[in-house]
């Protein structure tokens, strides 16, 4: 994936942009409709977009937080531990057009990975952009495991660099909606 093309996301609904290198985990294995989960080809490093149901009964910060909890749930992770909770400056987004709120947290998680007993840290980077007029509680989720000295996937020099939080604002600020139909009749 080229580092300044969008790729689209949703059937085309919406598309951001990547980091060099990144590999659309759909091609590789199932993944739900309302995600979008993209790896590093040589970390356990990943991106995911998700479109989620508004959770209204939480706002400002909180709502990050809840997002944040209900993550580290899903995944089953034993330590929860939120690092901070920033406003994202709405006027650098592309979808500063319905995005009514946004916020970026960061955070570790304790999980275990599929199959395996023994959990590790995990750093949690994540968006909130809220749009309520869809409904639509916008996640996006850097998953920054610790490295591991598993070999790389090609030769080193071949290989892209790890992704790091520039890569995350990237993909953030350049998430555009192309149609509002993902989100149904209006």
Not at 52 to 69: I, M, P, T, W
Not at 126 to 131: G, H
Request: proline share 9%; charged share 20%.
């Amino acid at each position: 994936m080229e580092p300044t093309t969008a790729y689209p996301l949703f059937g085309g609904a919406f598309s951001a942009v990547f980091p060099r290198g990144a590999i659309d985990v759909s091609d590789l294995r199932p993944v739900p409709d309302n995600q979008e989960v993209f790896c590093h080809p040589r970390t356990d490093q990943s991106l995911i977009v998700e479109l989620l149901e508004l959770q209204a009964h939480v706002q400002g910060e909180a709502a990050a937080r809840y997002h944040f909890e209900d993550v580290g749930r899903v995944q089953g992770s034993r330590v929860l531990q939120v690092e901070s909770v920033q406003p994202l400056n709405l006027e650098s987004l592309a979808l500063r057009g319905c995005c009514q709120e946004a916020w970026v947290l960061s955070g570790k998680q304790q999980v275990a990975k599929e199959n395996q007993q023994v959990a590790k840290d995990v750093i949690l980077h994540q968006a909130l952009l809220r749009v309520p007029q869809y409904q639509t509680d916008l996640l996006v989720t850097f998953n920054h495991p610790p490295p591991d000295n598993r070999s790389s996937l090609g030769p080193e020099g071949l290989s892209p660099p790890s992704w790091n939080l520039g890569d995350f604002e990237q993909l953030v600020t350049s998430l555009t909606l192309h149609d509002p139909n993902i989100f149904g009749p209006q």
